[in-house]
C-alpha cells in the first residue's frame, strides 16, 4: 500500500536524548516541586512509575491519563486529586528545566518539514505516558510545534501506550488511515518496532538508539536522518 503518513517518535529520534540523563531530571525537579505538599521523594518516584505501568497495561477501557491518576489514587488516596493543578503547573515551569539535559539537531525539524512538503501527513507518535503540556514543550524543545503534526499522542487522548500494537492501530484509526499506509519512525527497537505488528512499516533512527533486549534490528531499514529522507524518497517513486 502507498505511503501516506510518517509517525515519528519524540524522545530519543526527533528530540536527541539520553533517557536515563533525562528521567533523572524530570524526577529531581518533581521531587523538589511536590515536597512541600507532603510527598516523600523516594515514595513519589516510586508512585509516578507504579502510575506508568498502569498506563502501559492500559486495556483501552479508559484514558491514559485517568489509569495514571486511579493508580495514584490506590497509593495516596482520593485526596491526592486535588494536587492535580500542582502537578499541571509543575509540567508548566519547573518541567521545563529538563531541556538542560536534553539535545538538539536542527535535522529533526527540517525532516519533518521536507516530508509535509512530499506531501505526506506527518504524526507525534510519541508514547502517551505525559500530558499534553508536557509533550508540546518538548516538541518545541525538538525545534517544532505542535501545530505540524496532524495528530499528537497524549496522556488525555489516548487509551493505550507502546509496545501494545493497539496504540499503533488507535493512531491510524485517529488519522483515518489505513496501517498499512503509515511508516514509523522511533529510535526504541522494542517499543516502535511493535508498530510492524499492524501492518505499519518501521524505520528506525540511530542516534539515539535503545536496544535493551538486544533484538536483531539487521532486517529494519535504519540510520540517520538523512538516510531516512532517502528511505522516503524511494518510498514515494513507488
Known amino acids: 500500500m502507498k505511503l501516506r503518513c510518517v509517525l515519528f517518535d519524540l524522545d530519543g529520534t526527533l528530540l536527541p536524548m539520553d533517557q536515563e540523563e533525562f528521567t533523572k531530571a524530570y524526577f529531581h525537579q518533581l521531587a523538589k516541586k511536590l515536597a512541600p505538599r507532603g510527598y516523600e521523594p523516594t515514595a513519589l518516584i516510586d508512585a509516578v512509575w507504579s502510575g506508568t ?14 489509569a495514571f491518576w486511579q493508580r495514584f489514587e490506590q497509593i495516596y488516596g482520593p485526596k491526592v486529586r486535588e494536587d492535580k493543578p500542582v502537578f499541571e503547573d509543575f509540567y508548566a515551569n519547573e518541567f521545563q528545566l529538563a531541556q538542560s539535559v536534553c539535545g538538539f539537531t536542527p535535522r529533526a525539524a527540517e525532516t519533518v518539514a521536507a516530508i509535509r512538503s512530499m506531501g505526506y501527513q506527518v504524526a507525534l507518535a510519541t508514547n502517551p505516558i505525559f500530558p499534553s503540556v508536557a509533550t508540546e514543550s518538548r516538541i518545541r524543545w525538538a525545534g517544532l510545534e505542535p501545530e505540524n503534526f496532524a495528530l499528537v499522542t497524549t496522556y488525555e487522548n489516548s487509551t493505550h501506550c507502546k509496545p501494545n500494537p ?52 539487521s532486517a529494519y531499514p535504519q540510520g540517520s536522518f538523512e538516510q531516512l529522507m532517502d528511505y522516503v524518497k524511494k518510498e514515494s517513486a513507488k
Open 53 to 66: 505501568a498502569a498506563m502501559v497495561k492500559n486495556d483501552g477501557q479508559r484514558s491514559n491519563e485517568e
Open 166 to 217: 493497539a496504540y499503533f492501530s488507535d493512531v491510524a484509526e485517529s488519522l483515518g488511515l489505513a496501517p498499512e499506509s503509515c511508516l514509523m519512525v522511533g529510535n526504541d527497537a522494542r517499543e516502535d518496532t511493535a508498530a510492524e505488528q499492524v501492518g505499519m512499516k518501521v524505520f528506525l533512527l540511530t542516534d539515539c538508539l535503545i536496544n535493551k533486549d538486544g533484538k536483531d534490528i
